[in-house]
Structures are given as C-alpha cells and as structure tokens.
C-alpha cells in the first residue's frame, strides 16, 4: 500500500512562492500518475495539475486559473512530486493534496487510488 504525505504549505504573501512535495512510501512509485487538488474553505475539492507516470512520457496538465503560475514535477529516484507555485494569490489558499492514480494518464477529477492528508496554503497579506 502507497502512504503520500505532502509538505511545504505556509503562509506567504500575495505573489510569493511555494515549493510543495508529495513523498511516497510503501510501494513502487514510478507507475503512478500523480495530481494535486485543493479545497478552499467552504468549498469542494479541485484539481490543480496532474503528471503522468514517466514511463507514459511525463504529459503534465493544469487548470486555467494556475496555467502560467503553476510547474508540476517528479523525481521518482526521491519518490516525490512537486509542485512549484509562483504569483500566489489569495484565492490559492487552502488545502492541497496529492493523489495517485495507476490507470489513468493524468487524473484531475474523480477518485484517486491513494489520497494524503495534505497541507495548507494560505496566501494573505
């Protein structure tokens, strides 16, 4: 069984930046698609970006509102994937967590094989 924690959620500022990490234990990693989601408070949980296992070529996808801002990535030898997040604002705030998922390229809706518990973004001022 996949355990994923993330990390590196804080406070920043409107238009700083932030490295998240999604790091995996217990299983191969490097079959996985990997996508990032977030839930603002009060609201459902959204896809952020997705990546495809390396050995589907790495096909990366984002969202409109993060597209530009946003840089997705894996490092299968550390078993993580991150997620650069640059010009933050405050409508990024909230709870950001990385799923897996083995049979889909590059999974941005629906369910997930494995979930972590994610970590907090708030941008304010």
Do not use: H
């Not at 952020?48 to 993060?66: A, Q």
């Not at 299968?76 to 650069?84: G, M, R």
Request: hydrophobic letters at 30%; a positive charge.
């Amino acid at each position: 069984q996949l355990q994923l924690v993330e990390s590196g959620g804080g406070l920043v500022q409107p238009g700083g930046s932030l490295r998240l990490s999604c790091a995996a234990s217990g299983s191969t990693f490097d079959y996985y698609a990997i996508g990032w989601f977030r839930q603002a408070p009060g609201k459902e949980r959204e896809g952020v970006s997705c990546i495809s296992s390396s050995k589907s070529g790495d096909y990366r996808n984002y969202v409109d509102f993060v597209k530009g801002r946003f840089t997705i990535s894996r490092d299968d030898a550390k078993n993580t994937v991150y997620l650069l997040m640059n010009s933050l604002k405050p409508e990024d705030t909230g709870i950001y967590y990385c799923g897996v998922d083995a049979r889909r390229l590059c999974p941005l809706t629906g369910a997930m094989d494995y979930w972590g518990k994610g970590t907090l973004v708030t941008v304010s001022s």
